[in-house]
DNA sequence: CGGCTGGGTTGCATTACGCAACTTGACCCT
DNA sequence: AGGGTCAAGTTGCGTAATGCAACCCAGCCG
C-alpha cells in the first residue's frame, strides 16, 4: 500500500483498516492469538518475507496493538504479545472466520475451528458460544487446526 | 500488494483476506452497503483512483460478492449490487467498525452509527440489537452518519 | 574454530498504487 | 452545428511497497 491510510474517510471501518488494512496484519494478530510469539516462528508460519514482518510487527507495537518483551538478555531475544487492545481485535477475526468458512469449498471441513473453553461449545461468527449462549472474549476461546489428516495425506 | 493470496494458509481468515484484505476492497463493500451503487459516486466517496476502483470492482463482481446491472442501455450504465455472500460480509464490517470506535478518539461520539430497522436499537459490535437481543444481518440494519454538525461546522 | 540460532537489516528486482489525461457514446445548450 | 457535460471506464507514467536473497551480530555448541 501507498499509504496505509485512506485520506478524507471519517467511518471506524477506514479507521480500524489505516491499522490492520495493510497486507499480512491480521494474519500475524491471528498467529500470535495462536500462541506464535517470536520472529522466526512467525516467518515460518506466515511465510511472509522478513523485511516486511519486522515493519509489520513495529507498527503493531507503536499502535499498540503488540507488546514486545524481552525473554532473555544477551543475547536479547523478544516475545510479542497482544494488548488489550490486540486482544479486542478477536470479534473481527472470527466474523472474517466465519465468513470464509461459509464462502470456501471444504471437502472435509473447515481447517479451524474456534471452541468456548469453558464449556467447549462451538464459537459462531459472532463470537457467540453456541452451546451456553454466552458472548465471549478472546480470553474466553480456544482455536484448534484440523489440518492433520491433510497433512498426512500430502506425505 | 504483490499478490492478493497468502500462499501455505490454509485458515478461513486467509482465505477470507486473499479476497477482501486488498487495500480499499472492504471500503467500496460498505459503501456499496450505504447505497453507493455507481462507479464516479464510489470514486467520489472514496477518493480512490479510478484504475483500482475498476480493478477492485471487477474482481468483486469475479468472486460474486457484487453484481454489475445495467441500468440504461446505450450509452450502456451499471450498478453494483451486493450478493447474498457480498452481504454475509456484514458482521465483519460491524466488527471492525466496533473496534474503530473503541479505539479511536471520537470528541462528539463516533461518526457512523448502526441501528436495528425493526426496534430502532443500535447494534452492538456482535450485530446483536443492543435493544430486542436480535442476532441481525445486513438486511435488518440501517446505517447513520453523524457527521452533521462537522460538516456544518467546517464551512 | 566452524557452524547454528534468533532477530533482525540491506539491496535489488518486481509489482501495485496514485494521478492525470484520454476515450466513447449520448444528451444538453445555444 | 459546435461546444460542454456526464458516466464509466482505460492508458501511461512515476513512485512506493513487497518479495527474495544475502548479510550481520551476539551468544552458545561441539
Known sequence: ???????????????????????????IVRDVMTGHRRFDELQKSLGVARNVLSARLQRLV????????????????????LTEKGLDLWPSLIA????GDRHTEYPDGPPMLVF???????????GVCERCGETLTARDARAVRVAEEALAADR
Open 96 to 99: 472474517l472466520l466465519g465468513w
Open 116 to 126: 468456548h473453553k469453558e464449556c467447549g461449545g462451538s464459537v459462531s461468527d459472532r
Open 62 to 81: 507503536e499502535e499498540d496493538i503488540l507488546e514486545r518483551r524481552p525473554y532473555q538478555e544477551s543475547p536479547e531475544r523478544y516475545e510479542y504479545f
Open 1 to 27: 500500500m501507498l499509504r496505509h491510510d485512506y485520506p478524507g474517510q471519517t467511518c471506524s471501518i477506514a479507521k480500524a483498516l489505516e491499522v490492520v488494512g495493510e497486507r499480512w496484519t491480521l494474519l
